[in-house]
DNA sequence: CCGAGCTTTTGATCTGGGTCAATGCCGCAG
DNA sequence: CTGCGGCATTGACCCAGATCAAAAGCTCGG
């Protein structure tokens, strides 16, 4: 069996942002920083800002690891976070990609139930779990919109299960191409971009990047989608991507 | 690809159950039911009590099919539930299987996100969708502790996304019998109920009949369970099947 | 007790995707 | 510009688990 070896990744603690990747990072940080924060504290606001701090990571750097303890909640405001779980023997299941906007680090255990790592350049609110615990307390909203949260993830996780026991290799990368494209803001012509490397595709889909690299030569090959780069795609016929999907 | 047919199931219409098949079900539901209410209603436990309605489900009935209107939400206080998700063709992908005090079709969305189907004859306690909602909203209590089995709901459908991308079918199998004995009450060395066909378990674990089967017969004829019957194990060699599970 | 209709087990074969092995590509350092 | 190191692609081969097939148990109705 092939070791999912941690990439490591290049840049220095933290400390300085590369060059901008795929157009994931933008300017201005803090308005955006901001535009999350009200999104996911709405009444909370104020208070929510502070106890905020905000977290810069350079791509490949890691956020927190599985069985850490969870003394930290985050909201990633700008940047791609990949999370993760991991066996003794190095194989690793992604098991979600969060983008912009997306919550993570909630643990009613005293600890990570999996890993989080830095897949672009990124930028994060972090709220010091007791503070948040207590700021709950007083503000159901905010535990209403942290529930309305969980479940929309869980019922994304139910769909990645269904990917993972049910699909083949063809349908499950049409399917993450698409999840992609859904997501992705930019009009329906334009690049989307694919900041992950094809390992991590490979170990969000159950596959290996072998397979990956394959399927997605054959999609290109077949003109379903066009590879401008390889971090960008597009998608060129809808239909037989969803066909391919097995939606 | 293989249709995983709905059974259908011999029960009439959820009117009266068939014999108590592996023990699940006991006979003081009532109890059971109270008892279950109040470790999710907490607080709020007199007012739950005045929205509940019981429901008995004979088992291979459907409580609801993925897509239908979300208007009901449920604990589970006697038997086994299935809840899974499909694709057009039939495949099927069990995500769970629910014991007695477990809570299902939260839908932040208006209808449900998987099918729910009985296991085994079961015994559930409806919540109508508003009424609950505005119980929650006058308990915070309530609402803290649906939040905390949606985040531990979350962190099962992780490891089970791992087990679907990453595990063998060995490994599949040997972490499928732990956690079930993991949940069942009884002392150590004696026989765990697996009320669940071999399809549900393919179907949950990501593989076909034939190989669960296969996989089972080889943990017994290498002494590391005991199958009694179709629908019974005992852990024979907790270390080695620890070792089998990969975790 | 018998037989129909299941579920489960077991065996034989096939194949999708994994593994192994080059080769190509691209960005960066010198 | 050149070489190096890390992705990514491509090809050849292999194997875990799927598929196909058949036999063996259960269970239930009569």
Redesign the interface.
């Known amino acids: 069996m092939r070791t999912a070896g941690n990439t490591g990744g290049p840049g220095g603690e933290g400390a300085s942002f590369a060059p901008v990747r795929c157009g994931v990072l933008c300017e201005d940080c803090r308005v955006r920083a901001v535009a999350v924060c009200r999104a996911m504290g709405g009444p909370a606001l104020d208070e929510l800002e502070a106890i905020t701090t905000r977290i810069r990571l350079a791509a490949g750097r890691t956020l927190f690891d599985e069985g850490d303890p969870a003394d930290g909640l985050f909201t990633l405001t700008e940047g791609v976070v990949k999370i993760f779980?991991m066996?003794?023997?190095g194989?690793?299941?992604i098991?979600g990609f969060l983008l912009p906007g997306d919550f993570l680090g909630?643990?009613?255990?005293r600890s990570y139930?999996?890993s989080a790592e830095a897949v672009t350049d990124a930028l994060l609110c972090r709220f010091p779990r007791d503070r948040f615990m207590a700021l709950?307390?007083r503000h159901?909203a905010l535990?209403?919109e942290?529930?309305?949260r969980?479940?929309?993830?869980?019922?994304a996780?139910?769909?990645?299960?269904?990917l993972?026991?049910?699909?083949s290799a063809k349908e499950r990368v049409a399917s993450f191409l698409l999840a992609l494209a859904r997501r992705h803001p930019g009009a329906g012509a334009a690049p989307v971009p694919l900041p992950m490397s094809r390992y991590d595709i490979a170990?969000y889909?159950?596959l290996t990047i072998e397979t990956v690299s394959r399927e997605l030569q054959a999609a290109r090959a077949s003109g379903v989608i066009d590879l401008p780069d390889r971090h960008h795609f597009r998608v060129v016929d809808r239909q037989r991507l969803l066909a391919a999907a097995?939606?």
Chains 1, 2 share one sequence.
């Open positions: 779980k066996l003794a023997d194989r690793r299941q098991t909630l643990a009613f255990f139930a999996y709950l307390e159901p535990e209403k942290l529930l309305s969980a479940s929309s993830e869980l019922a996780a139910q769909e990645q299960m269904l993972l026991g049910r699909k170990d889909l159950g097995a939606l």
